[in-house]
């Protein structure tokens, strides 16, 4: 019995060892392969009834996050495609996953694919640079129909019905017309100097002519608009932002669709006139297939180009200027307040003038209250309230009156405005005469120095020797002096440390 136990012992040992050198010949485990990101380009040549691809290809990972596909110049986007492939190489299962974007052209032509990045998974993917060629001409067909030498020999099959027929032709498109304009609008052919006057730029269109047309690289467009409009003899306020969002209106009788481009309000000064040049706008316009086909766009991008008409405000000096000088323009009207009922000699109160209407604020000064005796007079504080072509603007003045009586600011105060409505001057004066109760204070008498603390004793210690006016140079003469005989001091002794060297 020892011995079977014994012998079962050796057995285990071995099986043991064996395991144990199993375990150290078995090779490490592998770590997975990272995942390979690449950019898969388009065709450099296309048909204009072609689509242009750009994607990119993640191999042996799983997608989590990518960026948006590039906007590009000359084609619209129309899609995207996810494709799923997989692969076995030596029994281990590899996945690639692509994703396009397909770009519909809008027309022929050369296009530069601009430089871009496109992040997938946190890997930047740089492209652009290449040309694109979008032609109205087919690719070649890979196949071609040889006729046979001998004619009498049956046809041949040559794989299928495009090669032996071609491929269909290049569908026929038909271009619409159109009723779209663009126009410089004025709200008045004429103005007086410093009056307002509310120029656009608008882009007008029948509600039917809306599937032909949109707007093309509008961002880069608008710029060079703005600047064309600006005048360099007028105050310019800006009016709403562009807005691709129409209003409806009536133009010549007809109903149209208006797209403000630009707005802005003018206010001359001087007396030249407001040009404004001819402007142009490339929208783009579709064409139609003649006979449309169910599953497709049926339409085919184009460029239209529309020219503005130039426009001109004339502008009118204004009548007897020289008289009344420089003078705020517009229909105003005067608003005034005042901070209490009762006043009394010595405390201040403040009072408010201020002008509300259409006009520019901004010419409008502080008018300047005249001077008066026993009156003190301080500010004033300027406040605006503009609002859509004018507002308001008050100017709030302090005032403190050493003397009782009627004050009266009608006369101490007033504005001169020209108003262009009825061309004629007004003058904007106060309505309010505050009267002001009790005693004039007597003025009080000047202090005497010598009955100053201060000034007091030190005035009665002074020196009242008369001293020489020129006291002052001898000072300075002296000064000369003792710098003249320091400097010799100083160059005597280096001359004997120079000698003792």
């Known amino acids: 019995m020892g011995r079977l136990f014994g012998w079962i012992g050796v057995l285990v040992g071995l099986l043991g060892a064996g395991l144990c050198s199993a375990q150290q010949a078995a090779p490490p485990a592998t770590q997975p392969a990272p995942a390979e990101v690449a950019l898969v380009p388009g065709p450099a040549t296309l048909p204009v009834t072609g689509v242009f691809t750009l994607g990119f290809r993640l191999r042996g990972g799983a997608l989590e996050k990518y960026s948006e596909?590039?906007?590009?110049?000359?084609?619209?986007?129309?899609?995207?495609?996810?494709?799923?492939?997989?692969?076995?190489?030596?029994?281990r299962r590899f996945t690639d996953l692509t994703i396009t974007q397909r770009y519909m052209p809008y027309g022929?032509?050369?296009?530069?694919i601009k430089p871009f990045q496109l992040t997938v998974n946190g890997v930047v993917l740089r492209g652009g640079g290449a040309t694109v060629r979008v032609s109205a001409a087919l690719p070649a067909n890979p196949g071609t129909f040889t006729k046979p030498a001998n004619p009498a020999a049956p046809l041949q099959a040559v794989g299928d019905l495009d090669k032996l027929f071609g491929k269909p032709k290049p569908a026929l498109y038909q271009e619409l017309p159109d009723h779209a304009f663009m126009a410089v609008v004025a709200d008045r052919p004429s103005v007086y100097m410093g009056e307002d006057v509310r120029v656009g730029?608008?882009?007008?269109?029948k509600?039917?002519?809306q599937a032909m047309l949109a707007f093309h690289d509008f961002d880069d467009q608008l710029p060079p608009l703005l600047h064309e409009l600006h005048q360099p003899t007028a105050w310019q306020e800006p009016g709403p932002e562009a807005s691709v969002t129409p209003d409806t209106m009536r133009w010549a009788g007809q109903l149209y669709l208006r797209f403000r481009l630009a707005e802005n309000l003018y206010y001359p000064l001087t007396a030249q006139p407001l040009h404004f040049p001819p402007l142009a706008l490339t929208m783009v316009k579709f064409k139609f297939l003649k006979k449309p086909e169910a599953g497709q766009d049926n339409r085919l991008a184009g460029y239209k180009t529309?020219?503005?008409?130039?426009?001109?405000?004339?502008?009118?000096?204004l009548p007897q200027a020289a008289e009344h000088g420089a003078v705020a323009v517009g229909s105003y009207k005067l608003h005034e307040a005042i901070s209490r009922t009762a006043f009394r000699v010595g405390e201040s109160f403040t009072y408010t003038f201020g002008v509300e209407g259409?006009?520019?604020?901004?010419?409008?000064?502080?008018p300047a209250m005249?001077?008066?005796?026993?009156?003190?007079?301080?500010?004033?504080?300027?406040?605006?309230?503009?609002?859509?072509?004018?507002?308001r603007k008050l100017f709030r003045y302090r005032l403190v009156v050493q003397q009782p009586g009627v004050l009266p600011l009608d006369s101490l105060l007033r504005l001169v405005v020209f108003n262009p409505a009825t061309a004629h001057y007004d003058t904007l004066r106060p309505g309010v005469r505050p009267l002001v109760r009790g005693v004039m204070a007597a003025p009080a008498p000047l202090p005497k120095p010598e009955d100053d603390p201060f000034y007091g004793p030190a005035l009665a210690e002074a020196d009242t020797t008369i001293q020489s006016l020129d006291v002052y140079r001898n000072v300075r003469r002296y000064a000369d002096w003792l710098l003249v005989g320091l400097a010799g001091v100083a160059g005597f002794g280096w001359w004997r440390a120079g000698r003792r060297g």
Do not use: C, H, M, W
Not at 108 to 112: A, H, I, L, R, T
Not at 306 to 317: F, I, K, W
Not at 371 to 389: D, I
């Open 69 to 91: 596909f590039p906007e590009l110049e000359g084609f619209k986007k129309s899609g995207k495609t996810s494709t799923t492939t997989t692969r076995i190489v030596q029994g």
């Open 108 to 112: 022929e032509g050369d296009y530069v």
């Open 201 to 205: 730029l608008y882009f007008f269109l």
């Open 207 to 209: 509600p039917a002519d």
């Open 306 to 317: 529309y020219y503005s008409a130039g426009a001109t405000v004339q502008v009118r000096p």
């Open 358 to 366: 259409r006009g520019n604020l901004s010419a409008i000064l502080a």
């Open 370 to 391: 005249e001077p008066r005796a026993g009156l003190e007079v301080y500010g004033p504080e300027v406040r605006e309230e503009p609002a859509p072509g004018g507002g």
